[in-house]
């Protein structure tokens, strides 16, 4: 196990599939505290200024994308990554 482990460093740089009818995946860079989600209609953001908490509790939800529409939508700044 690493020691980066209970902050959710190890995790948080690893893309993973999320188990969402709305989000297809996510990442969150701790450095730099930026929540990359990409959406299953194949657009990206990049949310910015988002806690590790809050990154946390994102990947740790039931429904990300009622999660993601609760606690982050419209909460933080974003652009989208040009395809």
Do not use: W
Request: glycine fraction near 6%.
């Amino acid at each position: 196990m690493s020691s980066d482990q209970g902050t959710g460093r190890r995790l948080a740089r690893s893309k993973r599939p999320m188990p969402s009818t709305v989000i297809r995946s996510a990442r969150y860079d701790p450095d730099r505290e930026v929540l990359d989600i990409i959406f299953t209609t194949g657009r990206r953001y990049l949310y910015h200024g988002v806690p590790a908490a809050t990154a946390d509790a994102f990947r740790a939800a039931f429904s990300k994308g009622r999660h993601f529409n609760a606690y982050i939508r419209d909460r933080y700044e974003c652009t989208e990554v040009p395809a």
